[in-house]
């Protein structure tokens, strides 16, 4: 299985290395080999000590070496920390930053370029679901995007569900979770309103190999009772 947690713009810089320090030991002391990814803030990314199975990763970068970008960060940033996995395509960088799909593509094409692993996420909202209209709309969340590329993760994050505390239902990620393994092979992760209460239910839908967590991820506490509880299942 797969747990990530997305620290959004959430949590310092000393908190993050406290944060990886304390989650490294309990993934050795409980000899977990599931993959873990951490995806902090942009200012606390370092080159953080981690086991082989702990990935830190960055939630965004700009589709260029370097350059006139203000407020965002290129591959030679990352690089410096060794980071090889981004987040790309999430529901609050499409609709708060307003990437397009288009955008997308080529920030996808980009790091793929270069042979990154990619969380690509994709997540209706809920008038889209309401239409009946959530697997068009996904499949249009995959415009430019290569299925086949051998380092991607999906991510299904209906919008929904974000945040709200309100998580999809096992029926819900399920039905959606089956339709992508129609046309997607890469391992597939669930998100919204993921925690330690649900996970078990999660993880238990057929096509689900991870989840994506934001809010139940910040404290390290709470993203280790998740992995505890996952991997009990
Ligand atoms: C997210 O935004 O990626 C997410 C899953 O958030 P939350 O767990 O808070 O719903």
Redesign the pocket.
């Known amino acids: 299985m797969i747990y990530a947690a997305?620290f959004?713009t959430n949590n310092t810089k000393a908190y993050t290395k406290e944060y990886i320090d304390k989650l490294s030991n309990f993934l050795k002391a409980n000899n977990i080999k599931d993959e873990v990814f951490v995806f902090p803030t942009f200012c606390s990314l370092d080159s953080y000590e981690v086991p082989k199975n702990l990935t830190i990763g960055a939630q965004n970068a700009y589709p260029a070496k370097n350059g006139s970008f203000t407020g965002e960060i290129g591959l030679e940033q990352i690089d410096e920390f060794g980071i090889k996995t981004l987040l790309i395509g999430?529901s609050?960088r499409r609709e708060i930053f307003g990437e397009t799909q288009e955008f997308i593509a080529k920030k996808f094409n980009f790091f793929k370029e270069l042979g990154f692993k990619i969380i690509y996420c994709i997540g209706e909202s809920k008038e889209i679901r309401d239409e009946g209209e959530t697997l068009e709309y996904l499949w249009s969340e995959f415009d430019g995007i290569d299925l086949e590329y051998d380092n991607l993760i999906v991510a299904y994050?209906p919008i929904w569900?974000?945040?709200t505390g309100v998580s999809a239902t096992k029926e819900d990620i399920d039905e959606v979770l089956s339709a992508l393994r129609t046309k997607v092979k890469a391992p597939l992760l669930y998100?919204?309103?993921?925690k330690s209460s649900n996970i078990n239910e999660v993880l238990s839908v057929k096509d689900c190999d991870g989840v994506?967590?934001?809010?139940?991820s910040w404290r390290v506490e709470s993203f280790c009772d998740i992995i505890k509880e996952g991997v009990k299942a």
Not at 191 to 194: D, E, Q
Not at 212 to 216: C, K, M
């Open positions: 997305n959004k999430h609050e994050e569900a974000i945040g998100g919204g309103s993921v994506l967590v934001g809010s139940a």
